[in-house]
């Protein structure tokens, strides 16, 4: 989990905390919402306030278009964390393709400068001294 991410859970918290105090108000933010359509261009923090707030109204007052809403907010974040994850795998990606292309110029480059080198001729080793001095009978 990332600063940005953390940060976000902690605000979620935070009015969380106010939407326990000031349920009311809160539902019917959530309610002005989705009537004006804006519900689709909050923040993810606000999301959650609002899945926040519909999750603990009361049983007695739950209605279909609560459990539909909250459906909608879930699908909403989900696609938002699918989004980044996309982003983040192609950025990935490219990183993966950068690394394996260098990894390849390398070898191109080694095997050129091998090949445009003189061939090296490896010749035994001169034999030890003391056979060099023996007398020849």
């Known amino acids: 989990m990332d600063y ?9 918290q935070h009015a969380g905390r106010r939407l326990v105090s000031n ?13 004006s359509g804006a519900i689709q ?8 306030v609002h899945l926040l707030t519909l999750a603990n109204q009361p049983a007695r007052e739950l209605q ?12 909403l974040l989900l696609q938002r964390q699918m989004e980044r994850i996309v982003r983040r795998v ?3 990606r490219w990183i993966a393709a950068a690394v394996a292309l260098a990894a ?7 095997i050129l400068f091998v090949a445009t080198r003189e061939p090296l001729i ?5 034999p030890p001294l003391e056979q060099q001095q023996q007398p020849r009978q």
Do not use: K
């Open 4 to 12: 940005s991410e953390t940060a976000e859970a902690e605000s979620t």
């Open 41 to 48: 261009r909050l923040s993810s923090a606000t999301l959650r």
């Open 104 to 110: 390849l110029l390398t070898s191109l480059l080694a």
């Open 90 to 92: 192609s950025r990935d």
């Open 23 to 35: 349920f009311d108000d809160a539902f019917t933010e959530t309610d002005n919402a989705f009537h």
């Open 64 to 75: 279909q278009r609560d459990v539909i809403r909250s459906m909608l907010i879930a699908e």
């Open 122 to 126: 490896i010749q035994a080793p001169p």
